[in-house]
C-alpha cells in the first residue's frame, strides 16, 4: 500500500492549515507538519507505518514567505530528508519505503504534484542521518532573536517581520554564530504584536514591522543600541514571598 503525505514545512503553515488541508484532500494525502503544527511527520508516518503503509512518499510545501529553520522560505528540501531518514532508521522493523520528493511543491501550482510524486527519491538506510554540527552541536551564537508567531502576530504581519529579519542579518553578514534567529509560540503581550524579543539581554520589541526589524538588526545586534522606540518594559517579579504579585518598572 502507498501512501502520500503533504508535509507543511515553515512556521507559517499551521496557520494556513484549512488551505493545506484541502490540498492534501485534492491529491488523496495525508498531512503533516514539519514544525509548529500538529500532527507532527513523525506522528503521521508511524500511524501510516503501523496501519500496514509499504510505501510512503513526502511532498513538502513552498512558497510562503515566513521563515523557517534559519531562512527566509523555510527549511530546504534536505531538512525533509534529514528528518524522514531519522525517522526511519529510529522506527526498526517493518518500516515503510520512504521517498521525498526532489522540491517542494509550491502552493500556486498545485499541478506539479504528479511530477513531484513521480521523481521522488527513496531514503535508504540511514540516509543523511542527524550528523551535521547544525543537528548535534549548541549554536555559538551571541543574541537569540525569538520572533512570536501565536496567533495575534501572526494576524499583525510576523510572517513579513521574520522574512525582513532573515533578510537584514544578510545584509549585515550575520550568521548563526552571530545571531540565532527562531520563530516561536505565544509570547505576550497580544496587544503589542507582532512581539520579537532579544536575548541574554532580555529586551522585549513590540509593534515590529519590517522597517522596525531592520533598526532591531542595525541598531540593537549590530551596535548595541537599544531600539527605544520599539521596546516594550517587562514586568519584573516583586521581591517578596507572594509569588503572584507583580511590580511595574
Sequence with gaps: MTAHVLVGTTPADPARRGELLALARRV??????????????????????DDGATRVVLVGVGGGV?????????????????VAAHWWATYGAGAPELLTAPAYLNLTDETAWDDLVARAR????????????AWGDVPRHRHQVLVCRGP??????????????????????????DVLLTQTGCQFPCNRAPVVTV??????????????????????????TTVERLRLRRVAPAATTDRGRWTRD
Design 28 to 49: 488523496g494525502a495525508d498531512l503533516a507538519f514539519l514544525q509548529l503544527g500538529s500532527p507532527g511527520l513523525g506522528t503521521v508516518l508511524t500511524r501510516l507505518a
Design 66 to 82: 515566513g521563515g523557517g529553520v534559519g531562512g527566509a522560505a523555510g527549511p530546504g528540501v534536505s531538512w525533509l530528508r534529514r
Design 122 to 133: 527513496p531514503v535508504t538506510g540511514p540516509g543523511p542521518g542527524l550528523r551535521s554540527a
Design 152 to 177: 495575534r502576530c501572526t494576524a499583525a504581519g510576523a510572517e513579513e517581520t521574520a522574512a525582513a529579519l532573515v533578510l537584514e542579518l544578510a545584509r549585515h553578514d550575520l550568521g548563526d554564530d
Design 199 to 224: 536575548h541574554p539581554d532580555d529586551v522585549w520589541y513590540g509593534g515590529v514591522d519590517p522597517a522596525g526589524a531592520a533598526a532591531v538588526v542595525a541598531e540593537h545586534l549590530v551596535t548595541g
